[in-house]
């Protein structure tokens, strides 16, 4: 099986979408982690993209600032064993906004 993952990276990277593949799977983690973290949350609090290494997650409110920010060295740990110790190195806090 890993090999086909090589095979699928390998590929990807030809076509310049490897990052965004891989921001992808970051951005995918994260919110799995939140999912656990905050269930019933998902219009609350939620991974929104991964560029240079910072993780941007988007909260509803003070509160879920708060949350999210007593618990992003713990999400970084867990992205960091999914996707690599060098996935997302910093985890920026921004407010949602509402329509």
Excluded: Y
């Excluded at 740990?77 to 806090?93: D, L």
Aim: net charge positive; proline share 2%; glycine share 8%.
């Amino acid at each position: 099986m890993d090999q086909l993952g090589d095979l699928i990276t390998k590929r990807l990277n030809q076509h310049k979408l490897g990052e965004s593949a891989s921001a992808a799977r970051v951005i995918h983690h994260a919110n799995l982690f939140l999912r656990r973290r905050f269930p019933d949350s998902e219009e609350e609090v939620r991974a929104l993209r991964l560029k240079d290494g910072i993780l941007t997650v988007g909260v509803s409110g003070a509160v879920w600032n708060q949350e999210l920010w007593a618990c992003q060295a713990e999400m970084l740990s867990e992205i960091g064993k999914e996707c690599g110790p060098k996935a997302a190195i910093k985890i920026s806090i921004k407010g949602l906004t509402t329509n």
